[in-house]
């Protein structure tokens, strides 16, 4: 399965001084970047699957699994979307100290959930409705700066003959297996010399791609 990404701006209910959060995480109805539409009764077969592990998918920062901040006490459907309740643990974890003043102050008002799609059906005008989710974790985000910097919106871009920026980029190879340093020196020595080019480069953004294919295919790496 696919792991894919769905980001809203986070409709945050309540933050307390405690590290309580809640608000809803995905809302039902929404035509996303994927042209999908998640529909009521998604969430419901995965929730439960985390119900019967006596768990609940974990409270982390931008999609980072080795940086979680917090625990989800309540997360249920209901007819708006998927409704969160949490603690951001403010009194054990640095970086969430940080995020939950970033949110009381107002300046972080993202949120993304981590699915695989297990069912869906085509609608109209090339619109899927998402029927079933299987949900890996939810995310608080920096919104809307996440949203450019997944690795499909950068393979869109070299697609339309567009080049990324080089912390785009350098995420793209992260997220596609690469190490900090090498993901760092193939962005450093091929793609800044591409972007000194003109904008726009069909070509330019060709050479990436392919060297990307190569590159993959010579370290083991699938996406």
Do not use: C
């Not at 459907?77 to 603690?87: A, F, I, K, S, W």
């Not at 409705?129 to 997944?150: D, G, M, Q, W, Y």
């Not at 070509?203 to 993959?216: G, I, N, P, T």
């Amino acid at each position: 399965m696919r792991h894919k990404t769905i980001d809203v701006t986070f409709d945050i209910k309540a933050v307390e001084d405690d590290g309580f959060f809640s608000g809803y995480g995905s809302v039902f109805g929404n035509v996303d970047s994927y042209r999908e539409i998640v529909k009521r009764g998604a969430f419901v077969k995965s929730l439960d699957e985390w119900q019967a592990r006596s768990r609940m998918p974990p409270v982390l920062w931008n999609h980072n699994h080795n940086e979680p901040i917090g625990v989800y006490t309540k997360m249920e459907e209901d007819e708006n979307g998927l409704y969160v309740e949490g603690r951001l643990l403010v009194g054990e974890v640095q970086r969430a100290r940080e995020i939950h003043a970033l949110m009381k102050a107002g300046a972080i008002d993202g949120m993304s959930i981590g699915y695989a799609v297990k069912r869906s059906q085509k609608a109209d005008r090339g619109v899927v409705n998402l029927l079933e989710l299987k949900l890996f974790e939810v995310s608080i985000v920096t919104f809307p700066a996440n949203e450019e910097s997944r690795v499909d919106a950068v393979k869109a871009a070299l697609e339309e003959g567009e080049l990324p920026t080089l912390p785009e980029f350098e995420k793209f190879l992260r997220e596609a297996g690469f190490s900090k340093t090498q993901s760092a020196a193939i962005a450093t020595s091929g793609l800044s010399k591409l972007l000194r080019g003109e904008p726009g480069d069909k070509q330019a953004s060709k050479s990436v791609s392919d060297a990307l294919a190569f590159l993959k295919a010579h370290n083991g790496v699938t996406q």
